[in-house]
């Protein structure tokens, strides 16, 4: 880890930290750089407004996500069984602050903030893409759309099911992905 990605890391556990002693919304730019002893500049080095540093926290989920892939026995199971591994994945380092996390969503569904919403959701796209990708899904138009479409509601209704969820490990979390999984697959998704 270089020196950039060293202070960039250090700025999202900082916000993080920092939210979950008030709230995402009452983190200030000000109070990271006062807390690392950096400038207001070192920050604008690495994010370019608070949304970014929310953002990075979601690349942490995707990441962990794709290096569930690398295990040996990730390529022994089944598609339907992937994708609940990823998801689970992708859940697990969010966990570390699920307060925060819930926060930084409720912030981003604020009335009047296009500019947050708009690329909320493209990133609600990117995670799904990986997701496909990492659970083999090969379907090619027209059927991508409609395979997309429907592993993307899987993917929300698992992720609002677990930002409510305090069950010792996610177990309601964990059913719930399981029989949206099995709808999915009676349905023909997840091939």
Same mark, same amino acid.
């Given at each position: 880890?270089n020196?950039d990605?060293?202070?960039y890391?250090?700025?999202?556990?900082?916000?993080?930290?920092?939210?979950s002693? !008030? !709230? +995402?919304?009452s983190?200030?730019?000000?109070e990271? *750089?006062?807390? /690392?002893?950096?400038?207001?500049?070192?920050?604008?080095?690495?994010? *370019?407004e608070?949304? @970014?540093?929310?953002d990075?926290?979601f690349?942490?989920?995707?990441?962990?996500?794709? =290096?569930?892939?690398?295990s040996?026995?990730?390529a022994?199971?089944?598609?339907?069984?992937?994708?609940?591994?990823l998801?689970?994945? +992708?859940?697990?380092?969010?966990a570390?602050?699920q307060?925060?996390t819930?926060?930084?969503?409720?912030?981003?569904?604020?009335?009047g903030?296009?500019?947050?919403q708009i690329p909320?959701?493209?990133?609600?796209?990117?995670?799904?893409?990986?997701?496909?990708?990492?659970?083999?899904?090969?379907s090619?138009?027209?059927?991508?759309?409609?395979?997309?479409?429907?592993?993307?509601?899987?993917y929300?209704?698992?992720f609002c099911?677990?930002?409510?969820?305090?069950?010792?490990?996610?177990?309601?979390?964990?059913?719930?992905?399981?029989? @949206? /999984? =099995?709808?999915?697959?009676?349905?023909?998704?997840?091939?």
């Open positions: 880890m020196q990605s060293e202070l890391e250090a700025i999202v556990n900082t916000a993080v930290s920092l939210a002693h !008030s !709230s +995402w919304e983190v200030r730019l000000s990271i *750089a006062a807390q /690392l002893n950096i400038s207001l500049a070192d920050i604008y080095y690495c994010f *370019a608070k949304e @970014q540093i929310g990075a926290w690349d942490r989920a995707d990441q962990n996500m794709l =290096k569930v892939m690398q040996s026995v990730f022994t199971l089944n598609n339907q069984q992937k994708f609940h591994r998801m689970m994945a +992708w859940l697990e380092p969010l570390i602050n307060k925060v819930r926060q930084m969503i409720l912030n981003k569904l604020e009335p903030h296009l500019h947050i909320a959701l493209l990133r609600i796209s990117r995670t799904v893409q990986w997701l496909r990708e990492a659970s083999d899904q090969h090619t138009l027209p059927w991508r759309a409609v395979d997309e479409t429907a592993l993307t509601g899987v929300l209704m698992t099911c677990w930002l409510t969820d305090n069950t010792p490990m996610y177990e309601r979390t964990r059913r719930c992905l399981e029989r @949206q /999984l =099995k709808v999915a697959s009676a349905l023909g998704f997840l091939k």
